[in-house]
Nanobody
Framework: QVQLVESGGGLVQAGGSLTLSCAASGKIFSVNAMGWYRQAPGKQRELVAT???????NYADSMKGRFTISRDNAKNTVDLQINRLEPKDTGVYYC??????????????WGQGTLVTVSS
């Protein structure tokens, strides 16, 4: 069983910054991609960014510039730094990871989500 636990959400004023963190735990052989997704109120979940084990990053076009994803492979953690927060950044941010429980037994997992509310 793989668990992803997010932290760092909360209420922030527009223009501020926030760093979300996520840690993967459980009997994991290896973690491959990790990432962050966002679900704004009344909208579908959308990609924010992903990062591979070699730190290759992929950002949704609308997220480029203010979002920075990073990871620590040794700790199986992934962070998302958000700068110059805007009210439209409000939503639940979900952590994602995939990898192997044992060789050739793959998993993908989601965190429970952390709420970010940006006030104007």
């Amino acid at each position: 069983q793989v668990q992803l636990v997010e932290s760092g959400g909360g209420l922030v004023q527009a223009g501020g910054s926030l760093t979300l963190s996520c840690a993967a735990s459980g009997k994991i052989f290896s973690v491959n991609a990790m990432g962050w997704y966002r679900q704004a109120p009344g909208k579908q979940r959308e990609l924010v960014a992903t990062i591979s084990t070699d730190s290759t990053t992929n950002y949704a076009d609308s997220m480029k510039g203010r979002f920075t994803i990073s990871r620590d492979n040794a700790k199986n953690t992934v962070d998302l730094q958000i700068n110059r927060l805007e009210p439209k950044d409000t939503g639940v941010y979900y952590c994602y990871a995939d990898g192997q429980l044992v060789p050739d037994l793959f998993f993908d997992a989601w965190g429970q989500g952390t709420l970010v509310t940006v006030s104007s």
